[in-house]
């Protein structure tokens, strides 16, 4: 199955820095998607980005599918942007399953 | 609407009990799925409802059982549950594969 690896595990941050988590895949895929999963555990998707550039507010993403990665990019971070960040990724077609990097855990510090 | 949404939010229960966890989703989605949440860990699959058919079960034990009623009902039956069982369950639901996933808010369920 495909391989996801996210980096860096942990991160933190000043308030107000800028900072940008990498996702890497072993394989091409139809969906790549984005997660920030909150201190109650729930998943909000960010940005469904199989390819190209998205932007919404402080956050954008890049995925670049011929080189198999996907950048998230947080600028002017605040504390809210606490959490775990997914990177999560299926290969289309028949196949359903949705594989998850270990993701990233970023504190923000006011 | 992009809402799914999971009953109860949390449930503790006993290695004896049998209880349920209830996932709903109204967007027409043919997809849906159950994920399980360790602390510190990523979501790992369980189990994906296709057309409210089962397609794939990730060699889940049996006191996990599912069920999909109807294409917007999900449920997850749990029976003779072990400690180790207790994690954030997750329901999730899509149009297909390749397209966007969206999840609920979670099931925290404690087994004692």
């Known amino acids: 199955g495909i391989q996801v690896e996210q980096s860096p595990p942990d991160l933190i941050l000043q308030e107000g820095a800028n900072s940008t988590l990498r996702c890497n895949f072993s394989?091409?895929?139809?969906?790549l998607q984005w997660f920030h999963q909150n201190p109650w555990g729930q998943l909000i998707n960010l940005f469904y980005?199989?390819?190209g550039t998205k932007q919404n507010g402080r956050l954008s993403a890049t995925t670049v599918a011929t080189e198999r990665y996907s950048l998230l990019y947080i600028s002017s971070s605040q504390t809210t942007d606490s959490g775990v960040y997914f990177c999560?990724?299926?290969?289309?077609?028949?196949?359903?399953?949705?594989?998850f990097g270990k993701g990233t855990l970023l504190t923000v510090n006011p | 609407d992009t809402e799914v949404t999971q009953t109860p939010k949390h449930l503790v229960m006993g290695m004896t009990n049998k209880k349920s966890l209830k996932c709903e989703q109204h967007m027409g989605h043919r997809a849906m799925y159950w994920y399980k949440q360790k602390a510190k860990k990523p979501p790992e699959l369980m189990f994906v409802?296709?057309?409210?058919?089962?397609?794939i079960n990730e060699s889940v034990p049996s006191r996990f059982s599912p069920e999909c009623p109807n294409s917007s009902l999900l449920n997850l039956h749990l029976h003779a549950l072990q400690p180790e069982d207790s994690a954030l369950y997750l329901c999730?639901?899509?149009?297909?594969?390749?397209?966007?996933?969206?999840f609920g808010e979670g099931s925290w369920l404690t087994v004692v």
């Open positions: 999560a990724v299926d290969s289309g077609g028949s196949n359903y399953k949705l594989t």
């Open positions: 394989d091409s895929v139809n969906n």
């Open positions: 999730a639901s899509r149009q297909g594969s390749g397209n966007t996933i969206y």
């Open positions: 980005i199989p390819s």
């Open positions: 409802y296709s057309y409210e058919k089962l397609s």
